[in-house]
């Protein structure tokens, strides 16, 4: 089975900090994709990344940076937090073409992060 | 740009009844749609997927969408859910024209099964 795991469950920060989310798939995939998840809003494209050293905006890039040095790793990261960047942070992986032709997304159990 | 409405943000069922969770998005031309299920404290995973052909679709856990290209919809359906059918469901979709096919995602209907 794929297998996308994030490094931190829950996460609690102060504004201004720097955050980083990591983000590890085992399956060799070679697109990798950071979403952020906010009740009735659905998933929204941050960034993406179709291979090493490259990487996408999506739908709502402002405010985040991205980083993908191995095939397998691709980190997000807020250069400094703010309290509206409170959310669920998904990373996901698929196998081939943009989002995967077939669509398949494969997903990690999710960030929540806090910024008080 | 592609947008997609799930029309319930949340829906209450009784255990052994049917239910529909409806999706409708934007655009008329071709399409891929999806729904994906999350279910709590975890990430999403892929119910079922429509890429062209019959427009029933079966996915995982007896689920099952029709795809209606004049209603722009893509219902998911379900003839007797169970307990264990509580979690949040997302309807996607992506542009068949659009090179990256890249998925836009509604806002989420969540399942609530009472006993």
């Known amino acids: 089975d794929v297998k996308v795991t994030q490094s931190s469950r829950y996460l609690v920060k102060r504004t201004g900090e720097k955050v980083f989310l990591e983000c590890v798939q085992d399956?060799?995939?070679?697109?990798m994709f950071w979403y952020r998840q906010d009740p009735g809003l659905g998933l929204r494209l941050i960034y993406f990344?179709?291979?090493?050293?490259?990487?996408e905006k999506g739908d709502i890039p402002e405010g985040y940076s991205v980083s993908r040095e191995k095939k397998e790793r691709f980190s997000l990261i807020l250069e400094s937090a703010s309290t509206n960047q409170t959310s669920m942070y998904l990373c996901?992986?698929?196998?081939?073409?943009?989002?995967?032709?077939?669509?398949?997304?494969?997903f990690g159990e999710g960030s929540r992060l806090t910024v008080l | 740009a592609q947008s997609v409405t799930q029309l319930d943000s949340q829906v209450p069922v009784f255990e052994e009844a049917p239910v529909e969770l409806r999706c409708n998005y934007s655009?008329?031309?071709?399409?891929?749609l999806f729904w994906y299920v999350q279910y709590p404290n975890q990430g999403l995973q892929l119910l079922l997927k429509?890429?062209?052909?019959?427009?029933l679709v079966k996915g995982i856990n007896g689920f099952e969408a029709e795809f209606n290209k004049s209603q722009t919809s893509f219902h998911l359906r379900k003839p007797s859910v169970h307990i264990s059918d509580t979690a949040e469901y997302f309807c996607?979709?992506?542009?068949?024209?659009?090179?990256?096919?890249?998925?836009?995602f509604g806002g989420g209907t969540r399942l609530m099964v009472k006993p």
């Open positions: 996901a992986s698929s196998l081939i073409g943009g989002q995967g032709i077939a669509g398949e997304l494969f």
């Open positions: 399956m060799d995939h070679e697109n």
């Open positions: 990344s179709y291979d090493v050293k490259m990487k």
């Open positions: 655009s008329s031309v071709s399409v891929y």
């Open positions: 429509y890429l062209s052909g019959s427009t």
């Open positions: 996607a979709v992506s542009d068949r024209n659009n090179a990256g096919n890249m998925l836009t």
